[in-house]
């Protein structure tokens, strides 16, 4: 599978696939390879909407690929209503670096829930690595819920923001600064440098209300453009300043241990939740069931009741 990017495009869509023979035979692939993983730079990256995410990933990707890295690149996609597949299409947005033969991008469509996408996503990567790249970018949908479920799979999570975004996002602000380890103010050219270094000034401020969650880093907000690629170094060199603190404290291998027991209990959830929806006598019952608590003819709380009860039998 080494550096054959059309065998890992394959076993990714076999790990995505809901047939549970697809699943054994990728998920067998992932069992041979995942001993020697863990090596790779693993790098989340999420911003709110409009902050250029897309454009950012092409070029900070394709100057660590011109420096010889190996760069995978993971972007989940929401899902369409109708198709289920990825609505977005990242190929699409990021046209320079998909042609690039050190590089490997895969959209993946978020199937309107965040268990799939964080199991799989952490396969894929396990995979990705075992094909030869050394660097695997996971690009969020946004801001939400999926930002942690993103972070608590990779190594370092940086959160691109924008100069001058508005009060009306500062709740979500909040939210997603306490899950950086580090903050892109983005767009950073042009009339806009200068508003951009006063908000890095800001998050900054913000940052240091914040607990650091590592003994051996605290958080840094940095300016950048990813059009003019003004940043994009330094930003590449916080993230190997992480690691290497996080290694020589132990909380990088503390982390990734925590995450691999995370790993392991949403497997279980999801496991369990398609148990329950395969169960022969679930199937039979759940049309009438929600039918019945679509006419209020019966209260959620006892359909559930009934069909938990069913799957028990």
């Known amino acids: 599978m080494k550096h054959r990017r059309h065998v890992l495009a394959q076993v990714i869509s076999l790990l995505e696939s809901r047939l549970p023979e697809h699943r054994r035979r990728a998920e067998a692939v992932v069992r041979r390879v995942l001993p020697n993983t863990g090596k790779a730079q693993r790098i989340g990256i999420s911003g709110v909407p409009g902050v250029g995410k897309s454009t950012f990933i092409e070029h900070f990707a394709g100057r660590l690929a ?22 977005m299409g990242d190929k699409t947005r990021m046209p320079g670096l998909c042609r690039r033969p050190e590089v490997f991008i895969r959209p993946s469509a978020s199937g309107g829930t965040l268990g799939g996408v964080t199991t799989r996503t952490r396969e894929s990567m396990a995979v990705c690595e075992a094909a030869g790249f050394d660097v695997i970018i996971v ?29 009306e996002i500062q709740g979500i602000k909040k939210g997603i600064l306490e ?6 103010v983005n767009k950073a050219d042009g009339d806009n440098v200068e508003r951009a ?15 650091p969650p590592y003994r051996a880093w605290r958080p840094v907000v940095l300016t950048c453009s990813a059009r003019t690629g003004a940043g994009l170094d330094e930003i590449w060199e916080t993230i190997r ?12 291998g503390a982390k990734q241990r925590k995450q691999s027991v995370a790993w392991m209990w949403d497997l279980v959830a999801e496991g369990l939740r398609e148990r329950f929806y395969r169960h022969p ?26 069909l938990l009860s069913l799957a028990d039998g």
């Open 66 to 87: 011109d420096q010889g890295h190996r760069v995978a690149v993971l972007a989940v996609d929401p899902s369409s209503l109708k198709s289920g597949g990825s609505i």
């Open 139 to 167: 690009e969020t949908v946004g801001v939400g819920q999926s930002e942690t479920a993103v972070a608590s799979m990779v190594d370092f999570f940086l959160v691109l923001m924008l100069a001058g975004a508005g009060d």
């Open 179 to 184: 899950m950086a380890d580090a903050v892109a």
């Open 197 to 211: 270094e006063e908000a890095r000034k800001d998050y900054e401020s913000a940052l240091s209300l914040i607990l």
């Open 241 to 252: 300043r992480h690691r290497t603190a996080l290694l020589a404290s132990g909380e990088l």
């Open 281 to 306: 006598e679930v199937e039979k019952a759940f049309r009438e069931t929600a039918a019945q608590v679509a006419a209020g003819k019966c209260l959620p709380t006892e359909a559930a009741l009934k």
